[in-house]
């Protein structure tokens, strides 16, 4: 079943129906989709469909080959083009008189085998762009290979295409379409443990407890989960094992790159390039806060849930299962869950609140969102904000509690409390909890008027 990205289809829609020659760029991560979304795209179309090998030259073409003469004759046929140049001048040429799509899926292996392909569709696209009704589709998961080669201002092909699309894993919301089976709490614990990268939820079962699940993806030593961390990391770096002692650092809560640094045991200067890379994969974020400029308050967390979770609980129990101790394992984790769904809670509450702008419902239109961190000038004592946004003179205030008890007056107080640090005309405030709020704290926001009180369940129904 195919769901979610109505965005970018409707966008490779508008493409397809201009009927005049269009080149897209697709790129993202293993798993997250892009062939799914191209499929689903050209499921009703005149389409040739060649995904590249690791291979050579020769027997990329030869693949590629074989797909024009099915598309064209529909008839597997044992022959080749001289070329890439020749194939591809064929395919332009079929599309000078019908509208028709050609997709290369994993375009990095054919480019990297064919030194000069990319400068051949550059002279091709050039000779043909006015007369062709071709469109083209370029795919790749190698990011640092399609930001350098593909999208970079010094590439043969910049200049040439007419969109790109950077596939991202779903939101909390998208990837809630897959645990139909689960409890609303055990869909965020699920989110929690596997993030929204596609390949990822599929190895979900909602049929089954969450317990079991993590003791047989995460902790079991023959589940693809288990082993993908370090199959990504191997198809895209050189130094995995620098790599995976940064990720390792940073989560289990080494946030700033002098702790990274001393942990992994490298200057910060060379954990800065690892950093940058892994930030570029979609695996590390960075993050200043809210409203801050400063590169020296700058600290660094996991984005990817999967990753998040595996790094948190998988290397420091590898002995254990590698032994097949999975219930050992659980045992472990289980005390930590709560605390570990703090922040992936934090992550699901600034998800909700860009849903509420971009369906006009939201308190305040915020540009952007993000958490602030500081000094109390009056106290001397570090503060944090989970959610902050503005807009002008506005300002949203947000708290996230994922406790089994319901919020209390206090809660809101000590966020009206942390407010005061910023000078706004208009403050509004967001509370977020897992499991409700008081009688009094209904009250208490109910009198101030400029408080929304919003339930986890309410969120996700």
């Known amino acids: 079943m195919f769901i979610g990205r109505e965005q970018e289809l409707n966008a490779l829609r508008r493409l397809y129906n201009s009927d005049k020659f269009e080149f897209a760029v697709i790129y993202g991560r293993r798993r997250v989709g892009k062939t799914a979304l191209i499929s689903e795209f050209t499921k009703d179309k005149d389409t040739i469909f060649f995904t590249g090998v690791e291979t050579n030259a020769k027997q990329n073409l030869e693949n590629f080959s074989r797909c024009i003469m099915e598309y064209s004759t529909g008839i597997p046929a044992d022959f080749s083009f001289a070329s890439f140049q020749a194939a591809l001048e064929y395919v332009f040429e079929l599309a000078r008189t019908k509208r028709m799509v050609l997709v290369i899926d994993e375009y990095p292996y054919v480019a990297r085998a064919s030194k000069s392909l990319a400068s051949t569709l550059q002279m091709l696209i050039d000779k043909n762009k006015d007369?062709?009704?071709?469109?083209?589709?370029?795919?790749?998961?190698?990011?640092?290979?399609?930001?350098?080669?593909?999208?970079?201002?010094?590439?043969?092909?910049?200049?040439?295409?007419?969109?790109?699309?950077?596939?991202?894993?779903?939101?909390?919301?998208?990837?809630?379409?897959?645990?139909?089976?689960?409890?609303?709490?055990?869909?965020?614990?699920?989110?929690?443990?596997?993030?929204?990268?596609?390949?990822?939820?599929?190895?979900?079962?909602?049929?089954?407890?969450?317990?079991?699940?993590?003791?047989?993806?995460?902790?079991?030593?023959?589940?693809?989960?288990?082993?993908?961390?370090?199959?990504?990391?191997?198809?895209?770096?050189?130094?995995?094992?620098?790599?995976?002692?940064?990720?390792?650092?940073?989560?289990?809560?080494?946030?700033?790159?002098?702790?990274?640094?001393?942990?992994?045991?490298?200057?910060?200067s060379v954990c800065a390039g690892y950093i940058k890379n892994l930030i570029m994969l979609g695996i590390i974020k960075k993050e200043l806060p809210y409203g801050e400029k400063s590169s020296r308050r700058t600290i660094y967390s996991v984005e990817d849930n999967m990753f998040r979770f595996w790094y948190r609980f998988v290397p420091e129990n590898t002995s254990l299962i590698s032994r097949g101790a999975a219930d050992l394992v659980y045992q472990r984790i289980a005390p930590e869950l709560p605390d570990y769904m703090g922040g992936v809670f934090e992550e699901i509450c600034r998800q909700y609140l860009w849903r509420l702008l971009l369906d006009g419902k939201c308190a305040v239109n915020f540009t952007d969102l993000g958490r602030w961190w500081g000094t109390n000038p009056r106290t001397h004592r570090q503060e944090e904000i989970d959610i902050m946004g503005t807009d002008k003179n506005t300002a949203l205030f947000g708290e996230c509690k994922w406790k089994n008890e319901k919020i209390d007056c206090n809660v809101l107080e000590v966020l009206v409390g942390?407010?005061?640090?910023?000078?706004?005309?208009?403050?509004?405030?967001?509370?977020?909890?897992?499991?409700?709020?008081?009688?009094?704290?209904?009250?208490?926001?109910?009198?101030?008027?400029?408080?929304?009180?919003?339930?986890?369940?309410?969120?996700?129904?």
């Open 131 to 268: 007369t062709s009704r071709l469109l083209l589709i370029l795919c790749g998961s190698s990011m640092s290979y399609m930001e350098d080669h593909v999208l970079a201002y010094k590439a043969p092909l910049y200049g040439r295409r007419t969109a790109q699309f950077k596939i991202q894993p779903f939101d909390f919301f998208e990837a809630c379409q897959h645990f139909g089976g689960f409890s609303d709490f055990d869909k965020a614990l699920a989110y929690g443990v596997i993030g929204g990268t596609p390949q990822y939820l599929l190895q979900i079962d909602d049929r089954c407890s969450m317990e079991e699940n993590i003791k047989n993806t995460h902790l079991n030593p023959s589940s693809s989960i288990f082993e993908e961390p370090g199959n990504l990391l191997k198809q895209e770096v050189r130094e995995p094992a620098i790599y995976n002692a940064v990720i390792t650092a940073i989560a289990n809560g080494c946030s700033k790159m002098n702790e990274i640094s001393t942990n992994v045991g490298e200057d910060t």
């Open 418 to 461: 942390r407010s005061n640090l910023f000078h706004f005309d208009k403050k509004h405030f967001y509370l977020f909890s897992k499991s409700g709020f008081t009688k009094d704290c209904m009250d208490e926001a109910a009198e101030m008027g400029n408080v929304t009180l919003v339930a986890f369940a309410d969120m996700i129904h």
